[in-house]
């Protein structure tokens, strides 16, 4: 399955650039990125929990960067597996930046997403009509973090949109280990994290 799309962002093109490239801002940015870090300048591993037609996916992946032309340029590979559903994916992403004015940049992006097992076999149509749902949340929080300031655990950006999302998690704190019981995550989701 294709997907392309382009969508405008209100900061300038090196920094909308930077924060493709950063862990905290892009796990706070893409919906249901419950886990990034990166392992060196072209490695990162995480987790992603989504629901495609109340069915949960939650998937530990890895991405590498096959190419980089800074700041016009990245292209990714990424790939993922839900043991449980016997679900697995993979995505060549290539994301490019150029400037739209002096504070603007365009972002325009093409996936080339394969998916197989259970995800898979809901059809081409639902998976779409979730990546849109996905793509529009996305680009929402990604442009408010980028308008806030440079990418980093300081900027603004992530714990508003954090926030919003009631996930008041601090940006900084490691993201909830799969070792926490489920019942735990959806206390502290529900009531806050004790102080």
């Known amino acids: 399955m294709k997907l392309t799309s382009s969508f405008l962002v209100p900061a300038g093109h090196d920094r909308v650039f930077a924060h493709f490239l950063d862990p905290d801002s892009m796990r706070v940015a893409v919906p249901g990125c419950a886990e990034l870090v990166r392992s060196d300048d072209t490695h990162y591993r995480g987790r992603l929990v989504n629901e495609i037609a109340h069915v949960r996916f939650s998937a530990g992946f890895s991405a590498e ?31 490019a930046v150029e400037p ?43 442009a408010e973090i ?35 019981p489920w019942w735990r995550r959806l206390l502290t989701r529900l009531f806050g994290k004790r102080r």
């Open 65 to 95: 960067i096959v190419e980089l032309r800074e700041p016009e340029q990245v292209r990714a590979l990424l790939k993922g597996e839900d043991h449980r559903l016997g679900s697995s994916i993979k995505i060549d992403a290539t994301l």
């Open 146 to 180: 980028c308008a806030a300031g440079p990418p980093g655990p300081g900027n603004p950006g992530l714990q508003r949109v954090l926030d919003r999302r009631g996930q008041g998690a601090a940006v900084d704190e490691p993201a909830v280990s799969a070792r926490v």
């Open 100 to 142: 739209d004015g002096p504070d603007s940049a365009k972002v325009g992006y093409s996936l080339d997403v394969a998916i197989w097992g259970k995800i898979g076999r809901l059809g081409e149509s639902i998976v779409r009509r979730r990546s849109q749902e996905v793509e529009r949340e996305f680009v929402a929080a990604f």
